[in-house]
């Protein structure tokens, strides 16, 4: 850099040379049409990007001009003494400590929220006494700075488990249940209730109405509870929304079998997710691409969509398999895929043959 910047000063001497032998007049004009140049281009460019070696050249030649021509440079005092104090930070490189507390290490920070994580019912003194004894002495307040920042909420709000880890740890005894409607060509609202075993995952639709009732729900609750025959042992848990239509009737039917019936929270369709989930899968797949007729059309179809649900469509949960079918074994790579349309061609199901 060095070298370059000795370079580019020769070049500009060799210049000045050159100029000795014009005339003033020819300078004169040289200077006039200069400062129009640049009068120009301030017009166009907001803010310069000079390099290195312009500066250099800029700062060198700028002491040597009046006071009076200073203001005409593109640059000004305070450009000057910062281009200076970025070339002193740059020749001490020792490391400068800022003023205040040392910043938390990552490591630290990672640990207290893989604490607060794992120990939902401990506070920020709690978890502060853990990392003491761990040999990582960390205040009480940094503990809650970055719980804070992290936007995790004091011990008592985060006692209990969440409504996904609830369901995702109990997934083996709960059932869930949910109404949804469907609108028939000639615009009539017909409403469906549906079942699913999240085990399994096994889909039941329990009925078909136009006019929904308390009796009729508590009617289909007692189907429920046949399909599922000697099943009823392995469930501990039902989960509904607050419908009207779901009453104290309807919850006796499963207290009757010691299923404790569990309400979701208002809004909160996440707390029912994997109902949720089935019926807008099945509004994707079938019903947005159907019309349905009547009545009879739409139990058929829905029956003929229970069936493909719960024998044929994979599910990640079950690594691939269906409800009701395991995974077969690996076949002949090069056999032939047949292809069985259902409804009409709106849903394909794939089969390999010998």
């Known amino acids: 850099m060095a070298l370059r910047l000795l370079y580019l000063a020769f070049l500009k001497v060799l210049g000045w040379v050159a100029l000795l032998a014009r005339s003033e007049a020819a300078k004169n004009a040289e200077i006039l049409v200069l400062r129009h140049q640049l009068a120009v281009l301030r017009r166009q460019v907001a803010r310069p990007r000079p390099s290195w070696a312009d500066r250099a050249v800029i700062a060198a030649l700028a002491r040597l001009l009046p006071k009076t021509l200073r203001g005409h440079l593109f640059v000004t005092p305070g450009t000057l003494l910062r281009w200076h104090t970025d070339l002193v930070k ?7 400590r800022g003023p ?21 019912h401990w506070g920020y003194r709690r978890i502060a006494g853990e990392l003491a004894g761990l040999g990582r002495p960390v205040g009480a307040s940094t503990v809650w700075t970055i719980l804070k920042k992290a936007g995790i909420d004091p011990a008592p709000r985060r006692s209990g488990p969440t409504w996904a880890q609830f369901l995702h740890s109990q997934a083996s005894g709960i059932l869930a249940v949910d109404f949804f409607h469907v609108d028939t060509v000639l615009l009539r609202r017909l409403y469906c209730m549906v079942a699913m075993e999240l085990s399994t995952r096994q889909v039941h639709i329990l009925g078909l109405t136009a006019h929904p009732t308390s009796s009729w729900a508590v009617q289909q609750a007692r189907g429920l509870l046949m399909a599922l025959d000697d099943r009823v042992d392995q469930v501990h848990f039902l989960i509904r929304d607050r419908d009207a239509k779901f009453t104290d009737a309807f919850d006796a039917v499963f207290a ?20 949720e989930r089935w019926i807008g899968g099945c509004r994707r797949e079938l019903l947005d691409r159907t019309l349905i007729v009547n009545e009879r059309h739409l139990r058929n179809v829905l029956a003929t969509y229970e069936t493909h649900f719960n024998t044929h469509r994979p599910h990640r949960a079950l690594h691939q398999a269906a409800p009701l079918r395991p995974l077969p074994h690996p076949e002949d790579p090069d056999g032939r895929i047949i292809r069985h349309d259902l409804l009409g061609g709106v849903i394909h199901e794939y089969t390999q043959v010998a």
Do not use: D
């Open 90 to 96: 740059r020749h001490w490189t020792y490391k400068r």
């Open 100 to 120: 205040g507390r040392p910043p938390t290490r990552p490591s630290v920070r990672k640990l207290v929220l893989r604490m607060a994580a794992e120990n939902p």
């Open 256 to 275: 009757s079998e010691a299923i404790q019936v569990l309400l979701t929270p208002v809004r909160a369709p996440r707390a029912n997710a994997y109902i």
